[in-house]
Structure formats: C-alpha cells, structure tokens
C-alpha cells in the first residue's frame, strides 16, 4: 500500500512556541492531504484539508490563524501549530490520497504526531 | 443525529469467540464504506473495504444494507491480537470522509 510519512513522531514543546509538523508521501502524489486531530478515547476529527498549490480548507471551528497550512509540493503538506498552548496537546494525524491509479475514497495515514505542550 | 454512528462499547470478549460492531449513516447518498482499525497511540489502519453488498477476508466479514444504512463488521475466532479500536468510516463523495468515534474491542484469554 501507499506511504505515509510524518515528522516528528512525538514533540514537547513549552507554551507561546510554535510547532511544524511534515506529512510526506513516500510514493505517490498526493494533491490532496487531510489533518486530523484525536484526543485520548476519542474519534479523529477532521481539521483541515490541505490542497496542492492553493489555500487549506479548514473545518469549522479551527482556527486557520492558529493552525497554518502549506501545501507546497505533490508529495509534502505542512502543519504549524502557532503559540501552542496546554490544550492543543493532541495526536495531530495527516493522511493523503493517491489521485493517480487507486480509488480517491481511500486514504493513507501517516504514523502520526504526538503533541504535548508544556 | 450522528452522521456516523457506532456501538458504544467496550466489547469484552474470550479468545475464539465471534463478535459482530454495528454502524449506521444518515447520509443516504454515501458512496463506499470501510471499516478501520486503530491501535492505541497509533495512526488507524484500513482493514476492509465495503463497496457493494458485503466482503469477507479471513475471519472478518464486512456486510452493507444500503436500505436500512448500516453496516457491520463480524470477527470469527476472535484472537488476543484482534484488541483495538475499530472505526466505520463513511465517504460520501469529494474530500468529505466522515469517521465513526469508534468501538473498543478487548480480546481475553
């Protein structure tokens, strides 16, 4: 199957600072790029959807301010978690769909981020 | 109403036993189905995928009644390994994926 990467694994980081986050698709390309966040026992939510070459479209209630979005190449989508605070400790997961050969219902997740702010 | 929802659980299970998770949908127009299944502290993992009636894999059977919207996922001869979180997952066409919040398996010996 397609591969998902992302990076850091894990970060603590103290409150006020930022934190980037990088989802890559190892091989395929990927125009279209999903972030999501989970809480302990709970579902993921979608945050945004990250588009190749033009602006994310966020979910309601995320701040797009907060969390930045770049979508800046076929394979890499970026997450920025602007002056992070207590509460945006979180399990931050990016997934990707292959628009080339394979169905575009299915998504690939990365190993996802763990998050915790100090 | 949830557009995608799930039995509640937890589902507390002896090894070789059959389980069977529910799902339902609200969205009547929702393309393809899929059931996830998501470790602890890790990213979820597609184990079926459901396109028309029902698939079977192994000792999983994913089934489809797209007049009633619901899905279910059996697990035959339940293993310790098959503890997890299991996720219905729902697409209903563009980017929009929607995840069920999931059911907790435990398997026991």
């Known amino acids: 199957g397609a591969v998902v990467s992302q990076h850091p694994s894990r970060v603590i980081c103290k409150s006020g600072t930022s934190v980037k986050i990088e989802c890559r698709s190892l091989?395929?390309?990927?125009?279209?790029m999903f972030w999501y966040r989970q809480f302990p026992k709970k579902s993921l939510m979608l945050m945004a959807t990250?588009?190749?070459?033009?602006?994310?479209?966020?979910e309601q209630g995320v701040e797009k301010d907060k969390f930045l979005i770049n979508h800046a190449s076929l394979t890499l989508s970026t997450l920025t978690v602007t002056s992070a605070h207590p509460e945006d400790s979180s399990f931050y997961i990016c997934?990707?769909?292959?628009?080339?050969?394979?169905?575009?219902?299915?998504?690939?997740f990365g190993p996802g981020t763990r998050l915790t702010v100090t | 109403r949830k557009e995608v929802e799930q039995d509640p659980g937890p589902f507390n299970v002896p090894e070789g036993a059959t389980v069977a998770f529910n799902c339902t949908y609200s969205?009547?127009?929702?393309?393809?189905f899929f059931w996830y299944r998501q470790d602890c502290r890790k990213e979820p993992k597609l184990l079926m995928s459901?396109?028309?009636s029902g698939n079977e894999d192994g000792r999983f059977t994913a089934q489809l009644n797209r007049a009633s919207q619901y899905i279910s996922l059996l697990i035959r001869d339940s293993k310790l390994s098959d503890s997890a979180t299991y996720l219905c997952?729902?697409?209903?066409?563009?980017?929009?994926?929607?995840f069920g919040a999931g059911t907790r398996l435990f398997v026991k010996a």
């Open positions: 997934s990707a769909r292959d628009q080339d050969g394979r169905r575009l219902d299915e998504q690939y």
């Open positions: 997952v729902v697409y209903t066409g563009g980017f929009k994926t929607i």
């Open positions: 091989d395929f390309q990927a125009t279209t």
């Open positions: 459901v396109y028309s």
């Open positions: 990250s588009n190749e070459g033009s602006k994310a479209t966020y």
């Open positions: 969205n009547s127009a929702s393309q393809s």
